[in-house]
């Protein structure tokens, strides 16, 4: 006789359960005067005027979801031009910057203009950090963005641990003959199953049948030879159980011996792989709220209302926008002007001061026409600003303060101050208004 060698199976189907309480924490920052990063984002000092949270995560299979925020009146950019900073704590109680380059995080940093965020509110997610303790905070891009004045940044976390769940089952359960099968010569007929042997244990067996529980799973064999192998679902390791096969000769009074090995592999078949890190923007462009209402008249605030910027998706492409009045066209522009990084923050006020600081009179804010927040505290597109020695001549800007030596230029009004400048709007059809 020869040694027979068969094969069996189990399946295990791996799934993640949310864990019931995962860990939260958030907090808020408010900077009046602007935020000033020394050291820029390699340098930075999270754990002193930045919003910080922290937050632990017990399993190396996890989610992280930052939910990012940013508000004010000037300058604050959409999130694009932000930076998360994440840091790990070590056995010594001390913070190291987050090395994952398959999430985009390089020496702690995760610029979020390489996700896409182009609101001024939006949640990246993190899969899969090592478990340990954490923290992470929302700062400017000092390379993208000089912010202005009373800024409010908002950041919270939930981390959330997934518990990992097995489910194994049988794949494979061979059956077969073992004196058919591992019989050489003479009459298989003859032949009898008498005993078996599993790791020095002889079992005999009665009643023509006996069941051996091997490592791996369990072995029924009948007299006639014919075999059944169950592999454990209790086990799933895989390996190979080994059964010395005592077969009886009883015509020629003789007995034989060869080893059944069953060889138990584990196989994987589901689920499908954990979501990857990925960030959405829940809100595109916020207006300028409070202060659009505050400085405009009603009809501002119904072009306000009527701009669907809230919850568009980061990935989407922008709808065609419809037809605009004049107060809707305005609205549309400060939305651009606050969209755009390279911006230049525009005062209007009774204080002695020009375009270039240099100290002459600035007209009397009460002599001034009533203005929108696009002139007198929006954000200004450096692309947007003309020369007024450069500009064509045509007709003075609607709208335009007069003075005794004002020249008809096309789109604007040419006043004595060379360093005056025209902020121009998109499009050819709307009013161009004097800034100083």
Do not use: K
Not at 205 to 220: A, I, N
Not at 370 to 382: K, R, S, V, W
């Amino acid at each position: 006789m020869t040694d027979l060698n068969d094969t069996a199976g189990l399946n295990r189907t791996v799934s993640y359960e949310p864990e019931a309480t995962p860990d939260t924490d958030s907090d808020s920052q408010f900077d009046l005067a602007g935020i000033n990063l020394i050291g820029g984002l390699i340098g930075v000092d999270i754990s002193s005027g930045q919003p910080l949270v922290q937050f632990g995560l017990d399993e190396n299979t996890n989610s992280v979801e930052l939910d990012l925020g940013i508000s004010g009146v000037l300058s604050v950019g959409v999130l694009s031009s932000y930076a998360l900073i994440i840091e790990v704590q070590d056995g010594a109680g001390n913070w190291s910057r987050v090395e994952d380059p398959s999430q985009n995080i390089a020496g702690g940093v995760l610029t979020l203009d390489v996700l896409g965020l182009g609101g001024t509110s939006g949640t990246v997610t993190l899969t899969d950090l090592p478990a340990g303790e954490y923290r992470a905070s929302l700062v400017p891009n000092p390379a993208l963005i000089s912010v202005g004045v009373a800024i409010t940044r908002d950041i919270s976390v939930t981390a959330t641990d997934l518990i990992e769940n097995q489910q194994i089952t049988v794949g494979e359960a061979p059956t077969g003959n073992f004196i058919t099968d591992a019989a050489t010569g003479g009459h298989p007929a003859d032949l009898e199953v008498t005993s078996v042997t599993f790791n020095g244990t002889q079992h005999v067996l009665t009643d023509g049948e006996v069941t051996v529980v091997g490592d791996h799973g369990s072995l029924l064999i009948h007299a006639d030879g014919s075999y059944a192998y169950t592999p454990d679902t209790g086990n799933p390791t895989g390996g190979v159980d080994s059964f010395s096969i005592t077969v009886s000769d009883a015509v020629h009074g003789v007995e034989h011996s060869a080893n059944l090995n069953i060889d138990v592999s584990v196989q994987d078949v589901g689920p499908a792989p954990l979501m990857a890190a990925h960030a959405t923007t829940e809100t595109l462009m916020e207006d300028a709220t409070d202060t659009h209402h505050d400085a405009g008249s009603d009809q501002q605030a119904d072009a306000h209302d009527a701009a669907p910027l809230d919850g568009a998706d980061a990935t989407a492409p922008a709808a065609e926008a419809p037809a605009h009045d004049d107060a809707q066209a305005t609205d549309a522009a400060i939305v651009q002007a606050q969209a755009e990084p390279d911006t230049v923050p525009v005062e209007l006020t009774g204080d002695d001061q020009t375009a270039d600081g240099a100290g002459e009179q600035a007209p009397a804010q009460d002599s001034l026409p009533e203005l929108t927040l696009a002139e007198t505290g929006g954000d200004i597109p450096l692309a947007g600003l003309v020369d007024v020695a450069d500009a064509p001549a045509g007709e003075p800007a609607e709208g335009a303060p007069s003075t005794s030596s004002a020249t008809d230029v096309e789109g604007g009004v040419d006043v004595e101050d060379p360093t005056s400048y025209l902020a121009e709007t998109p499009d050819d059809d709307q009013t161009h208004h004097p800034v100083v």
